[in-house]
């Protein structure tokens, strides 16, 4: 038997989108074995070559209940804030709720200028492009004051609404 050496058409490279394709169908089939972190790898992967809403959306899914990856609120809204930006608004509704579940879970027992600081930081990492970060981190703790608020934690809102007049205070925000 003689094989002949040459080119041939399945050696040419892979296009980067379809790379991203393939390595998308990997991440859906360890997903589905509940192999979560070769998933959450493949996602990874993909984002590297792209920024893939499906890759952004599925990955946040993993940091945001602690799949194959170790939980991480701020990393989860930030790959759902770059999900939300390339037109998935439930990424957006997701980007929002990471932030209340990371000041519910990271915030507590800290004073109002260490909520601010930690807002601070969450603002600059899920949203760089703001244009006034200190108004963001603002509105975050007004927001999550009036999600505390919502379900009857007079308490807890008012320590959120402390940290945004400290911000405000600092920073010379109006009101």
């Not at 058409?9 to 991440?27: E, F």
């Not at 209340?100 to 492009?129: C, I, W």
């Not at 402390?162 to 205070?169: I, V």
């Amino acid at each position: 038997m003689h094989l002949e050496h040459g080119s041939h058409n399945h050696d040419k490279p892979m296009s980067p989108q379809d790379a991203v394709r393939s390595l998308l169908v990997l991440a859906q089939v360890a997903q589905n074995a509940a192999d979560y972190e070769s998933a959450a790898e493949a996602y990874a992967s993909a984002l590297e070559i792209e920024p893939n809403v499906v890759a952004l959306y599925n990955l946040g899914s993993f940091y945001a209940r602690g799949l194959g990856v170790r939980q991480d609120f701020v990393e989860a809204a930030r790959l759902f804030h770059q999900a939300d930006l390339r037109g998935n608004d439930k990424a957006g509704k997701l980007c929002g709720k990471c932030m209340f579940d990371y000041a519910h879970n990271d915030m507590f027992g800290k004073t109002p200028a260490q909520l601010y600081a930690s807002m601070a930081v969450f603002v600059s990492r899920v949203f760089p492009e703001a244009a006034n970060p200190r108004l963001e981190a603002r509105n975050g703790l007004l927001a999550i004051a009036n999600t505390f608020r919502a379900k009857g934690d007079d308490d807890n809102a008012e320590r959120f609404r402390l940290a945004a007049e400290y911000g405000n205070a600092m920073h010379g925000i109006d009101s």
